[in-house]
């Protein structure tokens, strides 16, 4: 399974874009790249699922270079409720993810 | 569309019992996966059902089974608890199948202490 690498923690302002970089060096042909977001107490929640290039849709956008060896989870202008712990996830479509530890962003006023 | 449903919220056992929870997945999914989520270990696949089959099967000892019923609906038990079992257990449904893979969503869980 192809293991993630991306930041334990980061910080923003309200109304900030956050860039959340994962690195994914021995991806496969068929994965995808998709990314959830959990609050406290409550289960992840899809965000975006990419294979190439740019995805968006209506809360981020997903980066992906030709390499596929990294992604970008963009998330325009962020709030205090995005404030969350975000993983990257390489996802082969057996539904046996596996989660690294994850991104937790805070966003302050 | 009803989110995926995950019962009971909070449960508390002793150590040495047994405990069943159950799951109704989004309607029209046929995949049910089970996740294990603790502050130390983080989220750990537990095992995933496909039409009623298990599919596939993370790194847990055999006291920790599931089975899934022909509408879908799946039941995690776990037999023989220890302390180190209390976590928050999270449900996850899919379609299961199809091109590309098919994201999960999660229930918002049942949250197990072990005494």
């Known amino acids: 399974l192809a293991k993630t690498t991306q930041p334990i923690s980061m910080d923003s302002y309200e109304g900030q874009e956050v860039n959340i970089t994962c690195s994914h060096n021995n991806i496969a042909t068929n994965d995808y790249i998709t990314w959830y977001q959990q609050f406290p107490s409550q289960g992840p929640r899809f965000i975006i699922q990419g294979y190439k290039t740019k995805v968006t849709n209506e809360v981020a956008s997903l980066f992906i270079p030709a390499d596929r060896k990294s992604s970008t989870l963009s998330l325009p202008r962020v709030s205090l409720s995005d404030t969350a712990v975000y993983y990257c996830l390489v996802d082969s479509g057996y539904s046996t993810l596996t989660f690294g530890k994850g991104t937790m962003l805070l966003v302050s006023p | 569309k009803a ?113």
């Open chain 2, 3 to 115: 989110g995926v449903t995950q019962t009971p919220r909070y449960l508390i056992k002793t150590r040495g019992q047994q405990v069943t929870l159950s799951c109704s997945p989004i309607s029209g999914h046929r995949s049910v996966s089970w996740y294990q989520q603790t502050p130390g270990q983080g989220l750990q696949f537990l095992f995933e059902y496909f039409s009623e089959t298990q599919r596939n099967k993370g790194n847990f000892p055999g006291r920790f089974s599931g089975r899934q019923f022909s509408n879908s609906r799946s039941e995690m038990n776990v037999s023989t608890l220890e302390l180190g079992d209390s976590a928050l257990y999270l449900c996850a449904s899919s379609l299961g199948s199809g091109q590309g893979a098919p994201p999960l969503h999660f229930g918002n869980g049942t949250r197990l202490t072990v005494t």
